[in-house]
């Protein structure tokens, strides 16, 4: 039996997309062109961080040095809300929400959030590219 477009559902990973669009493209209508290049930078240097110092103190290392709180709040907004309710209204947390979260979560709950932002950055990172300044810039 073939899905029509009315029955299907967007998968995990165009739902992922289709968020992390939306939040490039509400950084570069919102922020100043300083505060969007800190957002990409800091977004393309997340993936890195995350792997050497894990997800908590990458996130940490944002919050503390107050670079690119809209990053964090997309990516709190991701994590803790968007992935599991797709048409949540639900407003975006605090920059340092899914921190909190993850110091008082579990092993399962830091894992999980870790894979999830990794894919996650993974959309993300392409838009910020296609939309961002340049590497040199």
């Known amino acids: ?16 997309a289709k968020h992390a669009w939306q939040a490039v493209a509400d950084a570069k209508k919102e922020l100043k062109e300083k505060d969007f290049k800190d957002f990409c930078m800091q977004a393309r240097r997340l993936p890195v961080r995350i792997m050497a110092s894990g997800l908590g103190q990458a996130l940490s290392f944002l919050n503390a040095k107050g670079s690119a709180p809209e990053l964090l709040r997309e990516i709190g907004d991701w994590v803790l809300d968007k992935r599991e309710k797709p048409g949540s209204a639900k407003p975006k947390p605090a920059e340092n929400e899914l921190i909190k979260r993850i110091i008082d979560g579990n092993s399962d709950f830091l894992r999980r959030a870790t894979d999830e932002t990794i894919a996650y950055l993974q959309w993300l990172n392409r838009f910020a590219e296609a939309e961002g300044p340049a590497e040199g810039d």
Request: glycine letters at 0%; zero cysteines.
């Open 1 to 16: 039996m073939q899905q029509t477009a009315e029955t299907s559902k967007p998968t995990l990973d165009q739902r992922r």
